[in-house]
Structure formats: C-alpha cells, structure tokens
C-alpha cells in the first residue's frame, strides 16, 4: 500500500523477476462515530462501548484510546468486539490530571501511522456524580452476622468484594 493515510490508496505488488503490477485501489476507512455511556467514576473501571470502523485491525496493541488531548491518560481496550465496535476501561482520575471532573472531555482512538480520530459528540465525563458510594456500614465491627451496606450509585451491579 503507498501512503498512510485514511480513504483511497494505491496498491502495487512488486515481484523482483517481473516488475511492478497495475495499480488497483484500496480504500481504507478508519473512525470513531459514538462513545457510550457518557459520564463515569472517578475512581475508574467504566467500561465504554466506542462504535466507529475500521477496529478490527488483528493486533489491539496497534490502537490507543486517550480521554482528552495531550492528557495521557489512556482507557485500556478490553475487546475489540468486531469491525464497529470495541470496548475500553477508564483508569481512576487522578490528582493533578489534566483534565478536571465534571468537564466534557474527547475520546480519541489512534491507529499507528495513521492520524488519531475523534468525533464532534464524542465526549466521556469523570464524574463525581456517576462514582459509587457507601456511605454507612452496620455493624462496624465483629465476625459473623449480617452486615447492611447503606449505597448510592450501586445500579448495574456486578460483582462485590
């Protein structure tokens, strides 16, 4: 393939004993359409759902999911799921980030070689508000017996340890 660029390129074979072929086209399509959910914890450990084309590329090593410009903090990817779609983890917000809870932040997919991708609308948002809470546990202390957890921000749970 000539170029490392996104859309049409050139494709050539070139075979010592017999020269180049006729060049045929390729097209390359490479983007990131819609991120879900929107807002999560800041302590980490929401998975998004990014939709886009061109992610099912045999090697995830190859993309790199960022929240924000310049931030590095990267969302780990889980799975590519197909063509469409993958999945990402975000890692806690941390302390002197440069980004700031509660503010609209892109999510931008890089490909090697190629320019990163991001999409009007395609925003995450660390949020106090979407982090889990306990805020009281009864009995504070002992062995055996039931223990109630008073919770905020529990739905969808899915496991507890």
């Known amino acids: ?15 010592a004993s017999k020269g180049q072929s006729e ?11 819609g991120v879900q959910p929107a807002t999560g914890s800041i302590l980490g450990g929401t998975i ?21 410009e310049n931030t590095g903090i990267n969302c780990d ?3 590519i799921v197909s063509n469409t779609e ?19 932040v892109e ?4 490909l090697r070689a190629v320019l990163p991708t991001v999409c009007a609308g395609c925003l995450f948002q660390y949020s106090e508000g979407s982090t889990p809470e306990f805020s009281a546990v009864t009995p504070t202390e ?13 739905t969808g749970l899915t496991s507890a340890q």
């Open 86 to 104: 993958m999945t990402c983890r975000t890692p806690p917000l941390v302390a002197g980030a440069s980004i700031e809870k509660d503010t609209d």
């Open 142 to 154: 002992g062995g055996y017996g039931a223990i109630q957890f008073t919770t905020s921000g529990f």
């Open 48 to 68: 998004l759902t990014l939709t886009g084309t061109g992610f099912d590329i045999g090697d995830k090593s190859e993309l790199l999911v960022t929240i924000g």
């Open 23 to 33: 060049a045929s086209i390729f097209t390359f399509d490479f983007g990131l359409t």
């Open 77 to 79: 990817i889980q799975q």
């Open 107 to 110: 999510i931008i997919v890089h």
């Open 1 to 15: 393939v000539i170029g490392s660029q996104l859309g049409s390129q050139k494709v050539v074979a070139s075979i």
